[in-house]
């Protein structure tokens, strides 16, 4: 079984920073890509941010140049700063890995979310 837990989200002033957690947990035999995925109230999930097991990334418009991804493949986890934050990144921000495990199976895991909210 595996688990992914986030941290660090919460309540920050415009232009402001936070910095997400998530940590993989299990019967982990490999970890291909890890990303952040975010949901404000009454829109859909959108894609915030991908990182590949080589360390290329990919963002989303609307956060490049504020927002860096990482990942630290040794201790199976995946961060991403946010700086210069604006309220409409406000949302519930999830991560998610694509992991095989011991049993030779491959599939998405997510994290719960954790919030960030942003005031003006």
């Known amino acids: 079984q595996v688990q992914l837990v986030e941290s660090g989200g919460g309540l920050v002033q415009a232009g402001g920073s936070l910095r997400l957690s998530c940590a993989a947990s299990g019967s982990i035999f490999s970890i291909n890509a890890m990303g952040w995925y975010r949901q404000a109230p009454g829109k859909q999930r959108e894609l915030v941010a991908t990182i590949s097991s080589g360390g290329s990334t990919k963002y989303a418009d609307s956060v490049k140049g504020r927002f860096t991804i990482s990942r630290d493949n040794a201790k199976n986890t995946v961060d991403l700063q946010m700086n210069t934050l604006k309220p409409e990144d406000t949302a519930l921000y999830y991560c998610?890995?694509?992991?095989?495990?011991?049993?030779?199976?491959?599939?998405?895991?997510w994290g719960q979310g954790t919030q960030v909210t942003v005031s003006s």
């Open positions: 998610a890995m694509m992991i095989a495990t011991m049993d030779g199976n491959e599939r998405d895991y």
